[in-house]
C-alpha cells in the first residue's frame, strides 16, 4: 500500500477546506412550478400529516432505487423507471404517501389542502404513468420487486379510492385497475409458493402485508383471494404460542413482529376464537389497567434511515393494540392495559413525526394518518 506523505496529505486537506460548499441541482425548466400550502390548522394534526405528503410525493432526490437491471438498456432516472411512484425516496413510500393524501380527502372534506392534492393525485395518476409501472412490473425476473410491502399499500391505495366519494377517484380507479390486476395475480401466485411466514420487523413482513391485502379484498369482494390470503395466515400462525414480545423491538424495527401477528389473526377468527387464540399466543398482556408492560422505542439519531424506523414501530404498535382490543369482548380484562399501552406508543410515535430529517419525514406521516384515523379499524 502506498503511503500519502506529509505534503501530499496537507495539499489534500488544503483543497478540502478551500472546496466551495454543495449547491442543490437546478430545476428542470419544464418541472411544475412549487405550490405554496397553506400553514397547518391549529389543533388539526393530520393538516402536517397532509404536508409533508405533498412534499415529497414528486420529490425525486434524494431516491432509493430497488430496481433488477436486464441490460444496459435498463439504466434510468427514478422518474424514468417509476413515472407515479419515483418521489418520498422509494417506490412504497411514495406509493404510501399517494396512499394518505386520499385518506385526507376521504376522512377531512374540508382540508385546506384539497386543491394540492387533487393537483399531485392527478399528476401522478395519468394512463401514460400507470403503463409506465405495469411495464417495470412485468419486465422478466422482477416478481419480488416490493413484495410484499409496496404491493400491499398499493391495494390499500385502490382501497382507499375506491371508498372515495369526490368525483375524480373513479377515474383514477380505473387508471390504476391494471396495475392492480397484475399485483393481484402476481400476489396469488406467490402465496402458492410461500411455504414459511416472514417474520422480522422490516419490509418483507409477511403479517402486516397480509392484513392490508385482507382489507383491500373484503371492499372489493374478492372472496378468492380473500381465502387464499386467510388461508395462509391461518396455516401460519393458528398454531403459535408464547411470542417472545421481550425480544422487541430489533434495532431497525418499524413493525412489530407479534403484534401485528395478532393485529392479522384479528382478521381471520372470530372474535371468541381470537380471544382464545390470544390468550395463548401473547400470554404478557396484564389482565390490569397497568401502562408500563411495553416500552416505546427509542431513537437515538433521527437522521439516521435505519434508526428512525423505531419511531414507525412506535405508530404501528399504537394501531396494533388498538386493533386487537377493538375486536375483544366488552368484559374482556386486556382491553385496558392494550389501550393505556398504545395510547403512550401513539403519544411518542405522533410527537416523532416532522419534517426536520428527510429520513423520517418522507415516510412516517403515512404511519401516523393510518394510526390517527383509525383505518386499520372496521367500521371507521
Known sequence: MRVLGSLAVAALIGLSACKPPETPPVKPADAPAEIVLPEPREGVVTDRFAKLALSCVHREYPNKISHLMNSAADAGTPSQLFPAFHGCFDWHSSVHGHWLLVRILNTDPETP?????????????????????????EAPDRASFERPYGAAWFLQLMTELRQADFPEAAGWVDTLQPLEGFIRT?????????????????????AFAFGLMLDWADETGDSAFRDAVAAKA???HAGDTNCPLGYEPSGEDFLSPCLMEADLM???????????????????????????????????????????????????????????ASVLPAEDARIPALRAAAAIHKATGIAAVSDAHYSGSHWLASFATYLETRRGIAGE
Open 234 to 236: 391461518r396455516a401460519f
Open 266 to 324: 384479528r382478521r381471520v377468527l372470530t372474535p371468541e376464537e381470537f380471544a382464545t387464540w390470544l390468550t395463548a399466543f401473547l400470554p404478557q398482556i396484564p389482565a390490569t389497567e397497568q401502562t408500563d408492560w411495553l416500552a416505546p422505542g427509542i431513537v437515538l439519531d433521527p437522521t439516521d434511515g435505519k434508526l428512525v424506523h423505531l419511531d414507525g414501530v412506535n405508530l404501528s404498535r399504537a394501531w396494533a393494540l388498538e386493533g386487537i
Open 113 to 137: 389542502y384539497r386543491a394540492a392534492i387533487l393537483a399531485a393525485l392527478s399528476r401522478s395518476f395519468t394512463p401514460e404513468n400507470i403503463a409506465g409501472e405495469l411495464a417495470y412490473f
Open 186 to 206: 402476481q400476489t396469488m401466485d406467490w402465496l402458492t409458493k410461500l411455504a414459511y411466514p416472514i417474520r422480522i420487523g422490516t419490509h418483507n413482513q409477511t
